[in-house]
């Protein structure tokens, strides 16, 4: 009889995890498992050769890719922090708004996501070219004599980054201040603290959690994400994401375009080993 109800348990949950499980057997451990077995083999400069070799990893110290990788970390920092400056109010005010009011303002935030993400830059593209809106507004009013190139810079592709990964940054942050105790902030205030304090020892402490998952959620894509950059940059701000790209398509060298894959899935790997042994909680991260 045990045999039985043990069996009666198992088969179900087996039917019930198999096909998720065969999903992501063949849709992401067996690519990831083909990229690190290329990240081993050399090129002829046309086509991949079977060849084990650890050069290409050799590679990826070589100092014209270390300025890359400074200009990913910057930007990818710059990014998680204009995330965080721009999204911890709007989620606190998210948080603290009542029924209708909240459902508004999870609406603006995720109505965006139902247009491409590529559609959505090249409306920042128009809006800021020399000839776009914010140009001719600018020089209709006379603040500017000539046009001004708001385009393919740093500051065009941080924009651009901001723009699509702030509901990344907005919702483990809403997740976090939800669950705050409000009584809290109320008896810091009968104490007498001031709202900055309060903010500064009860609220801020209280939701670090959600920061924290907000910026492994902002600063990992950005290191990957190379669309961004080759519409709002134009290519003058290399990603480790358009090395890769590179490597794989002009550079027509795939080995070396899996290792630099590898490189950053363990660094994403890493950063949420970090994120782990700090506290974090993964179901905050997904």
């Known amino acids: 009889m045990k045999k039985l109800t043990r069996r009666g348990r198992v088969i179900p949950a087996l039917v019930t995890v198999s096909p998720v499980t065969l999903w992501m057997v063949l849709l992401i ?13 050399t090129t ?38 204009f995330c965080v400056l721009l999204g911890y109010p709007f989620a606190y005010k998210m948080a603290r708004a009542g029924g209708r009011k909240k459902v508004l303002m999870m609406a603006f935030l995720m109505i965006p996501f139902w247009t491409n993400s590529l559609i959505r830059l090249y409306g920042w593209r128009t809006l800021l070219a020399k ?52 009584s809290l902030l109320e008896a810091s205030s009968d104490l007498g603290a001031r709202r900055a304090r309060t903010f500064a020892k009860v609220t801020l402490p209280l939701t670090s959690s959600g920061i924290f998952a907000g910026a492994i959620m902002v600063f990992i894509p950005t290191l990957g994400i190379f669309f961004v950059s080759d519409i709002m940059g134009g290519g003058s701000q290399q990603l480790i ?12 060298n795939w080995p070396l375009g899996s290792a630099l894959s590898i490189g950053l899935i363990v660094l994403t790997l890493l950063l949420v080993g970090v994120y782990r042994v700090s506290g974090g909680k993964m179901e905050d991260l997904v």
């Open 131 to 182: 000839t776009g809106v914010v140009n001719s507004v600018l020089q209709a009013v006379g603040l500017i004599g000539q046009p001004v190139e708001f385009m393919y810079t740093r500051g065009a592709v941080l924009l651009g980054m901001v723009y699509i990964l702030f509901p990344f940054m907005v919702l483990p942050l809403y997740a976090a201040i939800e669950k705050l105790d409000w």
């Open 241 to 252: 994401g358009n090395l890769i790209q590179t490597q794989f398509n002009a550079g027509n």
């Open 29 to 41: 451990g067996l690519p990831l498992l083909y990229v690190l077995f290329l990240s081993f083999m």
């Open 44 to 81: 002829d400069g046309y086509s991949v050769v079977f060849q084990f070799n650890l050069l290409n990893y050799a590679k990826l110290f070589d100092p014209t890719y270390m300025k890359i990788y400074l200009n990913s970390f910057i930007i990818a920092f710059l990014t998680t922090v």
